[in-house]
């Protein structure tokens, strides 16, 4: 037996090989969180401003299809307009029967949407309470850049461009 002891071989990880290994782990760990997190960022405020960017172009599209004004209104609870509100507190779209841009007894509301994230923000730079089409798809009000920023700094802006005619676009 005193043979075979010698030809005995231990498997496994050293101190050292151990030690190494988790100092690679924590060097790829730290470069991999904060790219990550980026990603998340970005993806998050390019989420909202997409939602946003469908319900302009349905509001406009709904505008043309029903031959009524649909409007778009700054609205915390999905039912009224409030013009005190930021538009990061959530909006409201709504048959707009004679397209004056508010909200009146019999005004259908089409789709809404509640408050965004809190570090994200969004501007309207025509500085606009309320974006109307008319039946015919053209803007009546609230032509101008829609941005969507995020409190991690400008990098994650993303942007919705109303157009004259009332065309969207992203940006």
Request: negative net charge; aromatic residues 8%; proline residues 1%.
């Amino acid at each position: 037996m005193s043979g075979s002891s010698k030809n005995l071989k231990y498997s496994g990880f050293t101190l050292i090989e151990l030690m190494v290994t988790i100092a690679v782990l924590a060097i790829l760990v730290t470069v991999a969180v904060p790219s990550f997190r980026n990603i998340i960022i970005s993806n998050s405020v390019s989420f909202d401003r997409d939602e946003f960017f469908s319900l302009v172009a349905f509001a406009r599209s709904d505008a043309i299809k029903r031959g009524t004004a649909v409007t778009i209104c700054k609205s915390s609870d999905g039912s009224t307009c409030d013009d005190s509100l930021a538009w990061s507190d959530g909006w409201l779209a709504f048959h707009d029967a004679d397209g004056d841009g508010v909200k009146e007894t019999g005004d259908d509301p089409v789709r809404s949407r509640g408050a965004l994230d809190a570090q994200v923000a969004v501007s309207h730079g025509g500085a606009a309470d309320r974006i109307t089409y008319g039946s015919r798809g053209l803007i009546l009000r609230g032509q101008g850049l829609v941005t969507f920023s995020h409190s991690a700094g400008s990098q994650f802006d993303r942007t919705v461009d109303i157009g004259v005619t009332g065309r969207a676009s992203k940006g």
